[in-house]
T-cell receptor, first 115, second 111 residues
Framework: DSGVTQTPKHLITATGQRVTLRCSPR?????VYWYQQSLDQGLQFLIQ???????AKGNILERFSAQQFPDLHSELNLSSLELGDSALYFC??????????????FGPGTRLTVL | ELKVEQNPLFLSMQEGKNYTIYCNYS?????LYWYRQDPGKSLESLFV?????AVKQEGRLMASLDTKARLSTLHITAAVHDLSATYFC???????????FGTGTRLKVLA
């Protein structure tokens, strides 16, 4: 158990809908990262937050957005869902967002299925 | 653009054999990470390599980093079935805060 929690574990929804994925980092970790893992695209970095502020953006679609709250939990919002958005979404956390190393600890993931 | 490439993508090996997975990256970085993912599971941190020449070992796995060649290797010694998993390397995009994963190497150890 990494100490990172994600909810829900599974999510099944229809095209065009909007969903919210939630992540709670390990105690003491200030950085949260979101990743999308699909069979054909591998593990794609989406976005990073550090202590409430956006720190880096990867291959995140405009239909997706995220935020990190004062208690450091984070939410990833996916809207106007398409079939291709079906994937495993991982959240990871680390202690430090810059200047040193970023060993990341991953949550169990949310499996999103868009029908 | 930072790119991280692993090879091989798939590796099937017999128990007891040795093999090496390679991770090449395209930008200057002295921070490289190895992770393991079991099927249907999350990723688990294996090694953190923070400088040129760094070598870390845990059981049958040994990781090393050559920042000048932009290359890291994960060496498997006397493989056992329990090592079957997908192994990812990842690199900090120096100065960008981006964290890029390699393509992954799916390892299958046959009894």
């Amino acid at each position: 158990d990494s100490g990172v929690t994600q909810t829900p574990k599974h999510l099944i929804t229809a095209t065009g809908q909007r969903v919210t994925l939630r992540c709670s980092p390990r105690s003491g970790d200030l950085s949260v990262y979101w990743y999308q893992q699909s069979l054909d695209q591998g593990l794609q970095f989406l976005i990073q937050y550090y202590n409430g502020e956006e720190r880096a953006k990867g291959n995140i679609l405009e239909r997706f957005s995220a935020q990190q709250f004062p208690d450091l939990h984070s939410e990833l919002n996916l809207s106007s869902l398409e079939l291709g958005d079906s994937a495993l979404y991982f959240c990871a956390s680390s202690v430090e967002g810059s200047g040193w190393y970023n060993e990341q600890f991953f949550g169990p993931g949310t499996r999103l299925t868009v029908l | 653009e930072l790119k991280v490439e692993q090879n091989p993508l798939f590796l099937s090996m017999q128990e007891g054999k040795n093999y090496t997975i390679y991770c090449n990256y395209s930008t200057t970085s002295d921070r490289l990470y190895w992770y393991r993912q079991d099927p249907g599971k999350s990723l688990e941190s294996l090694f953190v390599l923070l400088s040129n020449g760094a070598v870390k070992q845990e059981g049958r796995l040994m990781a090393s980093l050559d920042t000048k060649a932009r290359l890291s290797t994960l060496h498997i010694t006397a493989a056992v079935h329990d090592l079957s998993a997908t192994y990812f390397c990842a690199v900090d995009g120096s100065g960008t805060y981006k964290y890029i994963f390699g393509t992954g190497t799916r390892l299958k150890v046959l009894a």
